[in-house]
């Protein structure tokens, strides 16, 4: 009968501990979405920005993405894995290319912010090529 409680009680929590890592793996993948969804839509708003000759549109359209990397990085520093689409064994790749993503952002911020048409268009196409770049490697 111990034997029986035994195998029945690790069953029970290793599965628990298998559904709290695949929870916790969806949760890390859904802020991460949440993010190229926010960057999509602030990216967009800052072509027409650009078309139209409007750099103080630019910096409300990154209010969101701006919130959702910090709660990227807190979930990072309480220990929550970021599970990439693929190669996932390039992850410092990954970590390295994101940074120098968000650092190249601020550029484009700063650059909006002091109305610089010509340094908006240049950091806007670097980083647009950056997405393209990542996305090859990470993205399905």
Do not use: W, Y
């Amino acid at each position: 009968m111990r034997s029986l409680f035994l195998s029945v009680f690790f069953v029970a929590a290793f599965s628990a501990v298998g559904i709290a890592a695949g929870v916790e793996q969806q949760g890390s993948r859904d802020l991460i979405q949440k993010e190229m969804i926010a960057l999509d839509s602030a990216f967009k708003v800052t072509v027409d920005a650009i078309v139209l000759n409007e750099p103080g549109r630019i910096l409300p359209a990154f209010e969101e993405t701006n919130e959702l990397r910090v709660q990227v990085e807190r979930a990072v520093k309480g220990g929550t894995k970021i599970v990439l689409p693929k190669n996932q064994k390039r992850f410092r790749e990954f970590v390295r290319l994101d940074n120098k993503f968000h650092r190249d952002l601020e550029l484009l911020l700063k650059a909006a912010g002091k109305k610089n048409v010509a340094a908006v268009q240049r950091q806007t196409h670097r980083l647009l090529d950056a997405c393209v770049r990542c996305h090859r490697i990470f993205r399905k």
